[in-house]
């Protein structure tokens, strides 16, 4: 299991699996008031959460599908990346895609992190690429069937 580093400035428990085979843990807000979305606003939402990812690591911050599905509320930059050098609080950037007012609340869940290994790249300037089936075709063209 991956150890990961974490400071918990906040007043609710640590992000965890809800079962043995869940990939991502609920980010819980930590707020001193109650913060009102209004529709296609979006704020950014702390958790008190700081953390030391290991270096070959990030953190994908992912909208809650209930929450998406109910009330039109989701990650804007969906997903979020947290980098393995970052050591700022985590916050959310949601914006409320629905037409109505929508108050998030201290404590309640607000989206998913899923902890993820990466690889760093590294170019290699060619003049001609291999050849595939697909080639070139891009958005939409095997159709919609």
């Known amino acids: ?3 990961v580093k974490i400071i918990n400035k906040g007043h609710h428990p640590l992000p965890a699996y809800a079962t043995e085979q869940s990939a991502g843990m609920d980010l819980r807000a930590n707020l001193d008031e109650p913060i009102v979305l209004r529709p296609m606003q979006r ?3 702390k958790t008190g959460l700081f953390m030391a990812l290991p270096a070959g690591y990030e953190a994908q911050v992912r909208p809650r599908s209930g929450l998406a599905l109910k009330h039109g ?6 997903p979020g990346t947290i980098d393995a050098d970052y050591r700022g609080e985590i916050g959310v950037l949601l914006i409320n895609l629905s037409d109505r007012d929508f108050t998030v609340n ?3 869940r607000i989206a998913q992190m899923v ?3 990466h690889e760093t790249a590294e170019f290699a300037i060619v ?3 291999d050849e595939t089936e ?3 075709g891009g958005y939409g063209h095997t159709g919609v069937k």
């Not at 509320?73 to 969906?78: A, D, G, K, M, W």
């Open 127 to 129: 003049d001609a690429l």
């Open 106 to 108: 201290d404590g309640e």
């Open 73 to 78: 509320i989701t990650v804007l930059n969906s």
């Open 43 to 45: 704020a950014i939402v």
């Open 115 to 117: 902890i993820a290994r």
């Open 134 to 136: 697909r080639g070139a």
């Open 1 to 3: 299991m991956l150890q």
